[in-house]
Each structure stands twice: as C-alpha cells, then as structure tokens.
C-alpha cells in the first residue's frame, strides 16, 4: 500500500543528519519552554519562527523544528504542574489537579516519569491517528456549524463545572466570570467597544495569559506568604526517579482512552489541547468512579491529562494540515509558518506536497522517542531549575512572572491586572471556587457568542436552531446532563454519610 | 457560612453592575440578530442567580488566615503593586532585588539571606533576559546611565 | 454617534510598537531598529493591550532582533495575526526581496493585529511617520475600511501607496453539491426568498466579502439589500467549511482560499469578480460574462509613511518591481490564486485614491456609512 512507501519516503528525509539534529535541539527547547511557567507552546514556536529564517532553512527543516518545540513544550508543561502546581502551559492545567498531590505525598518522581510516558502514547498514538486518518477526520469539521458549536462549548462549560468544584453554583460562577472577562473590549462584529468602563487599557480585552499568570502563579504565591512556607507547594521534593512499572500498566488503558479522546478533541477545530486533556480527565475521572482517589494523586489522574493533551496537540495538525483551519493558537503560528514556506495547507497537501508532510509525520515518530528520552531517564535536568528553596524560588516566580507579562504588552497596567487576577485567585480558591472555568472561558468567551450570533443570523432569530441538528441536540443532552448528574450524585452520596451522623 | 454570604452579594451586585454596563453598549448600523448586547446580559444574569444560591445556600466557610498572616499576604500585593509601577523608571535591577527580597524575607524571614536571595535574583535573570532572550531591559533608571 | 465610546474606538491606533519592547538599553541592541527606540513618557498613560497572538509573535519578533544582532533591518508590518492576507504579503515579498537581492537584511516581518489593519495604520502615521525603513502591507481591506471611516478619522491620505504586484480575484462559490450552478441561479433564489440563502465569508459585516456579494445583488437589481444573510467568520477556510458542510448556502471571498478546495472538488465557483477570466482558473466564468456588471478584486500591495523622502518611496517602488518581475514571485501568484495585477509608485497611489472614492460612494449608496 502507498502508506509504506510514503512513510519510507518521510523517513528517508526525517533520518538525514541536519533533519535529526533539528528535532532533538527543538524537543530539547521544547521541553524547556514548556516547563517554565507562563510561558507556553504558542509563545515558544513564535519566539522560534524567526530563527528558521536567520538559519536559512528549507520548509520541511523548518517545519520539523517549529513542530519539535511544539511537541516538546506539550511534555514539558507538566514538568511545573507536578512540582509546582504551577501549569507550565495552559493545557497543562488539568494535570496539577492529580500530579501535585501526588508530588505532596513524595510521589513526584513518579508522577513525573508515569505523565511522560502518557505524553508519549498520546503523541504517539495521534502521530499515528494524523497519518491514518488526516484526510478522513478532516471531514469532521464539515458536520459542525455554529449551532454545533454553541452546544460543543456549552458541554466544555457544563462538565467542567461537575468536574472542578463541590458546589454547582460555584462553578457556573467562575464560567460566567471567565465568560464576562472575555467579552470585554472591541466587539468585532460591529467594531464597538464593550464593558470598557471607560477605561482605555480594557479596549482591547484582557490577555488570557495575564489572567493565567495572575490566578495560579500570583495566588500561589500569596498562599505561600500566608502560611509561611509551611505546607505549601515547593516544599515538594524530587528524590528518586524510578519507573513505577505497575502504576503504568494499570494506566494502560487510561492512556490509550484518554489520547483516543485528546485526538478527537484537538481534530476540532477552535478545541486544541486544553478541551482535550480536560475531556480525558472527565471521562477517567467518571470511568474511574468517586473511590478512585481522583484529585487526591491518583497516578491515573496523572497519565490520564497528558495523554489527552498531547494527543490533541497531534490532532490539532490535522485541520490545520488539511483544511487550513487552525485547531488551536499554536497551530494558528504554525499555520502562518506554512504559509510563509510557500505551503498552502489545504485537502490537496497530501497530495501536493508528500515531502513535506510526510517527513513532517517521520520526524514526529522520532521526535516522540526523543522526547522519552529526555522526559523519563533525563527528566532531572530539566527539574533542576525548579529545586531552589522556595524563599529564593517564590519571588524568582514571582519576578519571571511579571517579567514575561511585561516583555509581552510592555504595560504597567496588564502587570497590576496580574496581581489583581493573584488576589482574585487567592480569595476565590479560599472560597472553593474553581479558577481552571474562567480561563476555559476567557479563552472560550468570544467563539462561544460568535457561534450563538451567527447561529441566529442563518436561523432568522430563531432559537430552536440551537438543538435542531442530531450532533448539537446530542451534545446539548450531554451539557445538561453533565451539569444536573453531580448534584444528585453528591446528594445520593451524602444521605447515608447523614444518617450515619 | 458567612463568607459565602458575602461573596454571594458580591457577586449579585458585580453581575448588575455587568449587565447595566452591557446594557449601555452602543449597537451599531448592521446589526445581527442577537447583538452586542445579549451574551453579555445573558452571562451577568447567570452569575447574579449563581450568586443568589451562594447567598441562600451557603457552603462551610474556609478557615481564614489569622489577622497578621493576612497583612501578610495584603503587604505583598503591595509590594507587587510598587513594583509594577516601579519597573520602568527604576530599570529592572533595583526595583528587582528589593521586591525579591522583601517577598524572599516574608516566605524565610532571614534578612542576610533574603537580600542575598534578591540581589541574586535580580542579577541572574537580568544576564537570562537581556543576553539569553534578548530583552532590551534597562538596568538602571534612566538617568544614571 | 460622536459618543465618547466612538471616539475610544479610534484610540487604539494611538498604540505603538515600541511598547513591546522593555527598552533599548543601548549596548547591543540596533540602534536603527524601528522596536528599539525609546519611548516616550507620554506612552505611559496610552499603553494598549494587543492581542494574545500577537503578543507572542511580538515576543518573537523582539527577541529575534535581540538574536540576529546584526545592521538594519528593514521592517514589514502586517497588520493581522499570522495565515491571513497581509500576513502573506510580507512574508513573501520581504522572503523575495531579499533573495533577489533588493534588501541585504531579510525583511523581519512584525504582526500588529487589531482595529482591522487600524492599529498598525494608527502607529505608521502617529509613530513612523518618516521611517524609510518601513513598509506596510495593505490590501482593498485597507482600502475598504479607509473608504469606510473605520480607522477613527484616519484617511488613505495619510500614507502613501507604494504600489500593488497582485490581485487576488473575488468569487462566490457553492459546495460542490449545490443546486445552483450558476450566479443567476443564485442571484434569482435571494430575489425570491432572502432568507432561504445564506452567504459566508471571512470579514465582519460591512466588509469586502459582504460589499462583494451586496454589489452582484444590486446590480441585479435587488435593493433589499438588510434582508441579505450574511456571517463573516475567522477567515476564508472556516467560510468553506460552513458552506461544504451545508450551513451556509454560498461563501464569498478570494480566490486564493477556494484553491485547495477547487482542486479537490469539494466547492464550485459560480462566478470569479474579474474583467477577464483569471490565467489557470480558464473554467470559472467571470460575472461579468454571466451578465453582472461587477468587478471586485483584492489587490496585494505595499503602503509607507507619508514623509518618507521621494528618493526612498521610489527606491521601494522599484524594490516592489523587482518583486514582481521575480519568477519567484510568479510562482508565489500561482501557487496562491493570484492574478497577475502590477501599478508601482506614483501611479499606484492616484489608482487607489479612485478606488477610495468610488468605495466610499458604494458604502454610502448600500447604507454601511451615512
């Protein structure tokens, strides 16, 4: 069949010398970028686009390094997320939720070696899923509309709030906050500014990254300050790295499920990584049951995030490869990075230019077996920089934080934004209010009302269109379900807890 | 108990003054269906009723630091604020250290090693940023150089 | 509609580039290096936020200058976030200049998105106003939202139009499944019932993709021209895929984004807004032959600030000849949809001024502006 010949086609160009060394030195960057907090994929590709060309670089060189350093920063985010709790990158997310209790109880070794075989099969898996099934699945995006979209975002909201607090209201809170943050600046339908409060630094919106920065970096500091360093995140220590043989195979199957759904979710467009690590921990978490030590450190919770996330880092190539249509911000840079190749990314790339894609798909293969390398027996090296005392390592955060904010926007007032997300953070999680909801949904905010406009301009004002299709009827059955089900869970759960008492 | 009380009135009253503020969007000559206007009211009226169970069915409240400790963190998010204002006509070097340092002090209260700690600090991520990223970031303030 | 949320809507292009960049510091940054001059203190109070994409690609943007360290560097400024238009248009014309040898330095391009090509319009006349180290990408979007007032006051008068070396032809496509077949089919369904046809394209209400399906209609003689279905969504790409996967009727946009699409037989363009048919695109008949007397092409081409020497706007005129003379450049046009389209320098300039004008009477005659 002419998949063999075309992978042996993308291996002869992958395996030449300077191909090989592009991929290691941009795994090895990769990771870097990803482990630093704040800074993410999309920052670490951007910041790298201009060397491709002071490097004079041929397309598929370029194009295998920009991808390296993607891959690269997608492993690398969980690195902080464990230790720190701390995302790396916005994907990273879900992983603190197991991944730092587990590092808490001395497990940090092992939560890092169990995440990195998870990025590997999940990148593994979809780098096989991209080259299987890209001009397949790229047909997906044909069976969502605005309306399918709508319910999409509406299930990502919904679920999420089952998943991230104890009490419902809370959670629609913190989505309603996220969703309100988003809203706010030039409305680009009709060019006029919104909920500006007058204020001119607000017309142009407020930067997720701030906000990211600000509610996990910032607040995580002041929980430092308020407990004196006691029982606080960086008192987390990584001893020893072995490979805790069972607790991967026990996720075995978690990871395979978990990358099967990270693909699909980074296939849609607009999704990307976070939607896809934070399905994956969904459907474990609930495969898992309530017993299963999930949020507490379950290795499962660990493996489950990093295998979605990566796996929906390779599925967000696949509309972007064939349709043009970046899966997410990063892909976006990618795509501009194409572009400026002299590739048109389209249904007929494949067709077009099998040396580009298929070199890309090869060194992807080798890119991940690097990236096992460096994050399992290597992953030391890269901890290193994160096992500082914490009265040395806390306001280095804190510094790199308002360094990296400042070097972005150049702007005093996006720095006291910052705090201000910091102090929001910090009351907020006092009061059991989840802050990951707000960033989905500044991130979220605008796809979300510009899938509900456009749904009411193709149906005349008519709210029905909403649910009319099978897929948006199905996911709008799913939102709602997966908002109403914990609430009688925990009810059902508590009345025995009570009549014990 | 009472903390989500609070919150809970905070949140109704922040969420109108959203909706008034999304009220007042201009609309303009071609407008769609739904408008400027509507997500955002849609998404302020959710927050007031999330706001309205948090008031009417409060959950335990958490354990608040003890007062000193809030002053604590209430001083940092001083301290972070000056140095935000601080950073450009300081140059980076100076307002760096002593912001480190202070947040260094309030975490390991050793005022040897914490100004150590900040003057380190300050030092190796300006040689990171200027020379490792490139920055263009100004040392000193303005006028000394 | 003089509110004081109007007039904020223009401020934004009072945002500078140099914000970006912390400071110069001197030593080893570039002293000629347009994001490593020194700001002023009165940016302090006007400081904007720009947008997460671009913040990242400003990010890089400056520390790549950091990393190349060497003598100037000419800038191209693409008003949009990167895979769009005017992102291309740098990128292929500074690529090409520098291969051909025009520039010594490759062209660092700088990704300014907002206020649709606004801001970048805004710092190029507020903050650049004499670099001759500068250009600009623009295109009829540029000309469009100038004819429209969409800038805050701002006129094409404020720059100069350095010349354009490629047209990207407007069309209307269907899914390759439609039963229309033709533009008339089309046109003769909205006439009918306007809410039984949807069109999507990749600029916001009001702009060029709408204008264009706006202009066929009226020169069919439909008036109702509010009742037309319109939604523009994130680009040419996502307009296809609406259209291919049936929630659209038609999309409307550039030749250039229906490319791939055309070859693998997923769409079928009804009607290509040129006078001619387009070279490689022989099979698309032209509205014009379809009967509708409208032409609306996207041409790719270069602005730069207004008091720029004459020396210097000529030099960039005939670096911009070059260009389009390179045989790298005509495979670029073929590669991408574009048709052939050159007018450098002056004539350039006198070229979109009637464009400008002839706009501005449409926009006014269709009710986007009073």
Redesign the interface.
Do not use: Q, W
């Given at each position: 069949m002419d998949l063999l010949s075309n992978l042996a086609l993308g291996f002869s160009i992958a395996l030449s010398p300077t191909t090989l060394m592009l991929a290691v030195a941009g795994c090895f960057l990769g990771t870097v970028i990803g482990s630093l907090p704040g800074l993410g994929p999309?920052?670490g590709v951007?910041?790298?686009?201009?060397?491709t060309?002071?490097l004079g670089l041929d397309a598929t060189s370029a194009l295998v390094l920009m991808t390296a350093v993607y891959y690269g920063a997608m492993y690398g985010g969980r690195i902080s997320s464990i230790l720190l709790n701390i995302p790396g990158d916005e994907p990273a997310l879900m992983t603190t939720l197991d991944g730092y209790p587990m590092a808490k109880r001395g497990r940090a070794g092992d939560a890092l070696v169990i995440s990195g075989v998870a990025s590997f099969v999940g990148a593994f898996l979809a780098t096989i899923g991209l080259m299987l099934l890209a001009p397949v699945l790229a047909r997906v995006?044909?069976?969502?509309?605005?309306a399918e979209y709508f319910a999409l975002y509406l299930l990502a909201f919904s679920t999420l709030g089952g998943l991230a607090s104890?009490?419902q209201?809370?959670a629609?809170?913190a989505s309603?906050?996220g969703?309100?943050i988003a809203?706010v600046?030039?409305?680009?339908?009709?060019?006029?500014?919104?909920?500006?409060?007058?204020n001119?630094?607000?017309?142009?919106?407020?930067?997720?990254?701030v906000a990211i920065v600000g509610l996990f970096a910032?607040a995580e500091?002041?929980f430092?300050?308020?407990?004196?360093?006691r029982n606080s995140s960086i008192g987390v220590k990584l001893e020893k790295v072995t490979v805790p043989v069972r607790d991967i195979l026990a996720s075995g199957w978690t990871m395979l499920r978990s990358s099967l759904v990270g693909f699909a979710a980074g296939v849609l467009?607009g999704a990307g990584a976070s939607l896809g690590s934070f399905l994956a921990y969904m459907s474990e978490k609930s495969i898992a049951g309530e017993k299963s030590g999930f949020g507490t450190g379950a290795p499962k919770g660990v493996a489950a995030p990093e295998a979605g996330n990566n796996a929906a880092a390779g599925g967000a190539l696949v509309p972007m490869l064939t349709?043009?249509?970046?899966g997410s911000?990063t892909t976006?840079?990618l795509?501009?990075?194409l572009?400026?190749l002299?590739i048109?990314?389209?249904?007929?790339?494949f067709a077009d230019r099998p040396e580009v894609v298929w070199g890309l798909i090869a060194s992807l293969l080798i890119a991940n077996f690097v990236l096992l390398a460096m994050n399992v027996p290597m992953v030391r090296v890269f901890v290193r920089v994160l096992s500082v005392?914490?009265?040395?390592l806390?306001?280095?955060v804190?510094?790199?934080s308002?360094?990296g904010i400042?070097?972005?926007?150049?702007?005093?007032?996006?720095?006291?934004l910052m705090?201000g997300f910091?102090?929001l953070g910090?009351v907020l999680r006092?009061?059991?209010v989840p802050t990951v909801p707000i960033i989905l949904g500044i991130l979220l905010g605008t796809h979300?009302?510009?899938a509900?406009?456009?749904a009411?301009?193709?149906s005349?004002?008519d709210p029905t269109y909403l649910f009319s299709s099978p897929i948006a009827a199905g996911l709008w059955i799913f939102a709602v379900a997966g908002f109403v089900a914990p609430m009688f869970l925990r009810r059902a759960l508590r009345k025995p807890r009570a009549a014990d008492a | 108990m009472a903390s989500d009380r609070v919150f809970g009135l905070v949140v109704i009253i922040a969420a109108l003054a959203y909706i008034a503020g999304a009220a007042q969007t201009q609309t303009s000559f071609m407008s769609d269906p739904v408008g400027s206007k509507t997500f955002p009211i849609l998404v302020g009226s959710v927050a007031a009723v999330c706001g309205a169970v948090m008031f009417l069915r409060p959950d335990a409240g958490p354990e608040w630091p003890r007062p000193r400790a809030l002053l604590s963190v209430a001083a940092a998010v001083a301290v972070m604020v000056a140095y935000a204002h601080g950073l450009k006509p300081l140059g980076f070097l100076i307002p760096t250290a002593v912001a480190a340092a202070i947040l260094s002090y309030q975490i390991t209260p050793r005022p040897a090693f914490n100004a150590l700690a900040g003057a380190a600090l300050s030092a190796a991520l300006f040689v990171v940023f200027r020379y490792g990223l490139g920055l263009g970031l100004a040392p000193l303030p303005k006028g000394w150089m | 509609m003089r509110s004081p949320e109007r007039r904020d809507f223009a401020l934004p292009t009072d945002f500078t580039a140099d914000e970006i960049v912390v400071d110069n510091g001197g030593g080893t940054a570039q002293p000629s290096t347009p994001t490593a001059r020194t700001r002023s203190p009165r940016h302090d109070t006007r400081e904007k936020n720009m947008s997460t994409t671009l913040r990242a690609l400003a990010f890089g943007a400056v520390l790549s200058i950091g990393a190349a360290s060497s003598a100037t560097a000419a800038e191209c400024i693409a008003p949009a976030n990167p895979g769009g238009g005017w992102d291309f248009t740098c990128r292929q014309i500074g690529k090409i200049m520098h291969d051909i040898g025009a520039v010594d330095k490759p062209i660092q391009v700088t990704n300014m998105a907002g206020g649709g090509g606004g801001l970048a319009f805004g710092h190029v006349v507020n903050e650049r106003s004499d670099d001759e180290d500068l250009i600009v990408a623009a295109s009829q979007a540029t000309a469009t939202r100038l004819a429209q007032n969409a800038y805050g006051g701002m006129t094409a008068d404020q720059v100069r139009f350095v010349g354009a070396i490629g047209a990207d032809p407007g069309v209307i496509v269907v899914a390759a499944d439609s039963p229309y077949r033709s533009l008339n089919d089309l046109v003769a369904a909205v006439k009918s019932n306007p809410s039984s046809i949807s069109f999507a394209g990749g600029s916001a209400a009001g702009g060029f993709d709408h204008l264009k399906v706006l202009q066929v209609l009226k020169a069919n003689g439909f008036d109702d021209i509010r009742s037309v279905k319109y939604i523009g969504v994130d680009g040419g790409a996502d307009a296809i895929t609406q259209t291919v996967g049936g929630f659209t009727t038609a999309m409307t946009g550039d030749m250039s984004e229906i490319v791939g699409f055309l070859k693998s037989g997923d769409v079928r363009a009804l009607a290509v807004l040129t006078e001619e048919r387009v070279p490689g695109f022989e099979d698309i008949p032209t509205a014009v032959e379809q009967g509708t007397n409208v032409v609306a092409v996207n041409w790719r081409g270069l602005y730069v600030p207004k008091n720029i020497s004459n020396r210097a706007f000529r030099s960039w005129a005939a670096k911009l000849q070059r260009v389009a003379d390179s045989a790298e450049w005509k495979a670029a046009m073929e590669a991408n949809g574009l048709a052939p389209f050159t007018k450098v320098g002056d004539d350039f300039q006198n070229w979109v001024d009637g464009v400008v004008a002839s706009t501005t009477e449409l926009s006014k005659e269709i009710g986007v502006i009073q």
């Open positions: 999309s920052n951007a910041i790298l686009i201009p060397l060309f002071s995006a044909y069976l969502f509309g605005p104890n009490n209201a809370k629609a809170l309603c906050i969703l309100g809203m600046g030039i409305d680009n339908a009709t060019g006029m500014p919104r909920l500006t409060f007058g001119l630094h607000l017309v142009d919106g407020v930067d997720f990254l910032v500091v002041f430092f300050i308020e407990s004196h360093g467009p349709l043009g249509v970046p911000g976006a840079v795509l501009a990075l572009m400026t002299n048109t990314p389209g249904p007929t790339l005392p914490p009265a040395v806390l306001p280095g804190t510094m790199v308002f360094v400042y070097s972005l926007s150049g702007s005093y007032f996006d720095l006291l705090v910091g102090a910090y006092k009061l059991d979300m009302e510009n509900l406009r456009r009411m301009v193709l005349d004002g | - | -």
